[in-house]
């Protein structure tokens, strides 16, 4: 399971933007002991940027400081990527709490980080979803808030019950999710394919497989078989076998 928990950051970082920024001096040429002195002094005063703040929160290792300065971003996709990766420290009292104070919306008892967006419904889509998957016992309600977007108009909130269903990974979501990886829309199609693989169960595997039957030889159906060898392990057999209706796919053998 863990290794679909890395695929699907992985997944959730492709559609980050403006994470890594250049530092370029429009300072003439100085003396290389200077300069290097100078670079030394800058870095230390230079506030770390969102992709060290989530490293540090995805390797469990982040202060409370560190998490508030990664949740204060104006980025929309920035932010659900840090909120999905506070599971890491699922095991933070002061994270465990924020989590719940975000949920409430407890704006006065920490004021640094960016509210107005953690009220909007990507935001709390993810937040529900890491909640879930941390107090899955007594979080239904914040199930049914994320299935009640499953058909929602704006693609963005689509997108994300996509993402929040497959780490949830309860079966029942398997049917909606291959819906979406099935559909017209390339953009749910896309998360709907790679939600799949979040999930990490036979089910969803089985739901992968259907789909690369029907979609074999398309660009649809190539995105299906990586995510079947990425994620279960899982390669095709023969093309000429698929043509002829005989449709088999075989775990690797590693």
């Known amino acids: 399971m863990s290794r679909n928990i890395n695929y699907a950051v992985a997944f959730l970082f492709l559609t980050t933007s403006c994470l890594n920024v250049s530092y370029v001096s429009a300072e003439p040429t100085q003396n290389a002991e200077v300069v290097n002195k100078e670079s030394s002094n800058n870095s ?7 992709r060290q703040l989530y490293d540090k929160i995805y390797s469990g ?8 300065q990664a949740l204060s971003t104006n980025d929309t996709t920035q932010l659900v990527n840090a909120i999905h990766a506070l599971y890491a420290m699922k095991w933070h009292t002061g994270v465990y ?3 719940y104070k975000m949920w409430h919306l407890e704006v006065d008892e920490t004021p640094g980080i960016n509210w107005e967006l953690i009220k909007q419904a990507p935001v709390r889509i993810a937040l529900a979803s890491t909640i879930n998957r941390i107090d899955i016992l007594k979080s239904k309600p914040l199930r049914d808030y994320i299935r009640s977007f499953k058909y929602d108009d704006l693609e963005l909130n689509r997108g994300q019950v996509l993402v929040a269903l497959g780490l949830n990974g309860d079966p029942i979501d398997v049917p909606y999710l291959e819906e979406m990886a099935d559909s017209n ?5 896309q998360i709907g394919v790679s939600s799949l693989a979040f999930m990490g169960n036979s089910a969803a595997k089985e739901s992968l497989i259907s789909l690369a039957k029907k979609h074999y030889d398309t660009p649809r159906g190539e995105l299906i078989l990586g995510v079947l060898s990425r994620a279960y392990d899982v390669v095709p057999v023969a093309k000429a076998e698929v043509e002829t209706n005989n449709v088999q796919v075989q775990d690797s053998v590693n």
């Open 185 to 189: 829309n390339r953009y749910l199609t």
């Open 61 to 68: 290792k982040a202060t409370l400081k560190q998490v508030t």
């Open 44 to 50: 230390q005063k230079k506030p770390p940027s969102f």
């Open 97 to 99: 709490n924020l989590l």
